[in-house]
């Protein structure tokens, strides 16, 4: 079976799966989407968002691009945002990063990538801000490791500047901004404000 045919098999198996469970589901899913969380993940087919923290269609809202990044004037990105937090009224927007981040790694080494290596400017910009930090962590891995998690405080710091997220702020929405990173070597989402000693 080719790769597309397995995608319509996999997809009437789940269905099927999901209905055996709960035979409302699909009718509720046509009537309303209600999540409480936006995410916002790297497109790395290794980090499917609802998957990892296992919840059902219709719980996570969610942003994927290449490094997780959010650029003031990326009309998609915001466009997203405006609509979780003014429309769906999410209560929590995630920024979830991830070790081995291949753009994050990209970003590090000077090589022509074309395209992209505009897109890795941003994750250049975030190395230049924690340049003092960053230049004392001599092994290649660990400054690598320390970017993925910077990226993510980063990104967080430019939703919480956006006009739709310091709005919502102002009007006492109940919303909160979640730094985490993903370990794809053992499956496990850390909380970079809260990681352990
Ligand atoms: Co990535």
Redesign the pocket.
């Known amino acids: 079976m080719d790769k597309i045919t397995t995608i319509f098999e996999n997809n009437k198996i789940w269905a099927k799966k999901v209905l055996d469970t709960d035979p409302q589901f699909f009718h509720k899913m046509s009537q309303v989407q209600n999540p409480e969380i936006l995410w916002i993940g790297?497109?790395?087919s290794r980090?499917p968002a609802n998957q990892i923290i296992n919840l059902p269609a219709g719980e996570v809202f969610v942003h994927r691009n290449?490094?997780?990044v959010i650029v003031h004037t990326d009309l998609n990105a915001l466009s997203v945002i405006q609509y979780a937090v003014d429309v769906l009224k999410v209560k929590h927007i995630i920024v979830c990063?991830?070790y081995?981040?291949?753009?994050?790694k990209a970003s590090m080494v000077e090589s022509s990538n074309g395209l992209i290596d505009n897109w890795l400017g941003h994750i250049k910009d975030v190395a230049r801000f924690h340049e003092n930090e960053l230049h004392k962590i001599s092994d290649f891995n660990t400054r690598f490791a320390r970017l993925c998690e910077l990226n993510v405080v980063e990104q967080v710091n430019n939703i919480k500047n956006t006009t739709i997220v310091k709005n919502a702020l102002k009007n006492n929405q109940e919303l909160e901004i979640h730094a985490f990173i993903y370990d794809i070597k053992d499956g496990i989402i850390r909380d970079l404000n809260n990681l352990p000693e």
Not at 100 to 104: K, P, R, S
Request: glycine content about 28%.
């Open positions: 790297c497109a790395d980090v290449i490094a997780n990063g991830h081995g981040c291949g753009g994050i």
